[in-house]
């Protein structure tokens, strides 16, 4: 791997790190407030939110700046989110401004990967990245889990600092305050990425951004490989967003757990990924990786059975299984996705396109659970619509890809033939 690559490991892990401890201290947060369940579970579609609204934008400015710039202040507003949700702010408004953070992160992380290596390398560069997030999100759930947990928590609250009172008096808020410095540490490795040799592209006006990602958005859904690559993606990011909170909630209501130790069960689900992740790197080719979708509609059927499961000794194997579905399954396609994206569009702005589609994804399934459980329906009910709706999208998704194998051949086999020959 080129100069720069440790770099942008070392700030991923670092950010991600504090994403994932933040998810389960604002959970806490809520929690120990006496929030109601539908509001916990809103934390994800808040999170997703900016991701939305921004996504025309975010790309072209991850284009225009340079990526380790853009990463930067994508912290440094990550710290803002967090500082508004220790000094009175509703938590999840505070929460939304963290997913500004990372809508505008997203692009520059995964754009400078196809600026800084060839194609050949890019699933293995995911395999790696993947792998780092997944490590990242472990540890991550664990820490947050062990700082609002009762043997840390009093701890971090006892340390005096002479002067200047914080007003921090709750375990969730001396989570969070943390936190930030995790995040300021993601910063200082941000300023030591460098400048790769890839042109800046010039910031349009705003009308003029939301009609180019508009077209480029077009552009990926009409590409035959790239539309199946970003309807799986989407998917599974779908389902991975709100996994961290429905795991939380399955095993409340099935294992009678408080938030530090499900968060462990958070985190099986993270190894299982990891897991997943690495083996896919090692044997997948980029010309295959439509051969993975069958085990999308898998990880639909494992969630609607986590509600037949009472026993932690069964969950934990279980619940690494499903990360292992989709830890193999995501790697190939995003590959695959940043292929197409790469080849169709500016890197930023395919990014940009592929966070719009799985953040609107993860929007709408965690609307869609918060509903549910806003309306009455059990945790157990709420996850057997949510399995459901996973495995018949992922159906859908495989019998779309075969039927562009029989009606347009030609282009999908021309397509499948640059993937295997770009090596360079």
Known sequence: MK?????IMAAQFCSSLADNALFVAAVELLRAGG??????????????????????????FADAVPKGKVMFVS???????CLMMLFGSHPLVAYAVVGLGAAAYSPAKYGILTELLPPSQLVKANGWIEGLTIASIILGVLLGGQLVGPKVAPLLLGLDFPVFDFGIDTPP??????IVAIYVAAAVFNLYIPRTEAPLQPMLGLFALGRDF??????????KLGQISLATTTLFWGVAGNLRYIVLAWAAAALGYSTTQASTLVGVVAIGTGIGAVAASATMKLDRATSVIPLGIGMGLLVIGMIAIHDVRVAAPFLALLGGLGGYLVVPMNAL???????????????????????????????????????GLSAFG???VFGLAVAGTMELIRRWHASNRVRHQDEVERLLAIARSDKH
């Open 3 to 7: 100069r720069g690559f440790s770099t």
């Open 35 to 60: 929030a109601a369940e539908w509001q916990r579970a809103s934390l994800v579609p808040m999170f997703a939110l900016f991701y939305v609204v921004l996504a025309p934008f975010v790309g072209a």
């Open 75 to 81: 912290n440094a507003i990550k710290v803002v989110g």
């Open 173 to 178: 808020e001396a989570a969070i305050a943390s």
């Open 214 to 223: 508009a077209q480029c958005n077009a552009r990926l859904w009409r590409d």
């Open 337 to 375: 996705l940043q292929h197409r994206g790469h080849n169709l569009m500016g890197a930023g702005r395919s990014i940009a396109v592929q966070n719009f589609n799985e953040q609107a994804c993860i929007l709408g399934l965690g609307a869609f659970y918060a509903g549910m459980t806003r309306f």
């Open 382 to 384: 709420a996850i057997t």
